[in-house]
Nanobody
Framework: QVQLVESGGGLVQPGGSLRLSCAAS????????MAWYRQAPGKQRDVVAA???????NYADSVKGRFTISRDNAKNTVYLQMNSLKPEDTAVYYC????????????????WGQGTQVTVSS
């Protein structure tokens, strides 16, 4: 089986920074797109940023210029550097990845982490 484990959440003041990490483990053949989503109370889960295996990135408009997604393919890990944090960034942040687990089936499965809380407050 595959597991995604996030870390790095916490409480930070407005204008501060946090770095989230998400490590994939288990029976992994290859990892395609990795992404971060977030869900605030009473709201839907939305994509924040995504990165392909080759390193191409996409960001939600609300975080462009403040957040940076990156990955280390050798470590099966994706990161989210969050700078200039705002109270509206408060949410549970989830890691998501498309992972191929076999050599004979090229179709990847989609996996989620358990989430990590980020709270931006003074």
């Amino acid at each position: 089986q595959v597991q995604l484990v996030e870390s790095g959440g916490g409480l930070v003041q407005p204008g501060g920074s946090l770095r989230l990490s998400c490590a994939a483990s288990g029976s992994i053949f290859s990892i395609y797109t990795m992404a971060w989503y977030r869900q605030a109370p009473g709201k839907q889960r939305d994509v924040v940023a995504a990165v392909t295996y080759e390193g191409s990135t996409n960001y939600a408009d609300s975080v462009k210029g403040r957040f940076t997604i990156s990955r280390d393919n050798a470590k099966n890990t994706v990161y989210l550097q969050m700078n200039s944090l705002k109270p509206e960034d408060t949410a549970v942040y989830y890691c998501n990845a498309d992972i191929r687990i076999t050599t004979w089936d090229p179709r990847p499965g989609n996996y989620w982490g358990q989430g990590t809380q980020v709270t931006v407050s003074s």
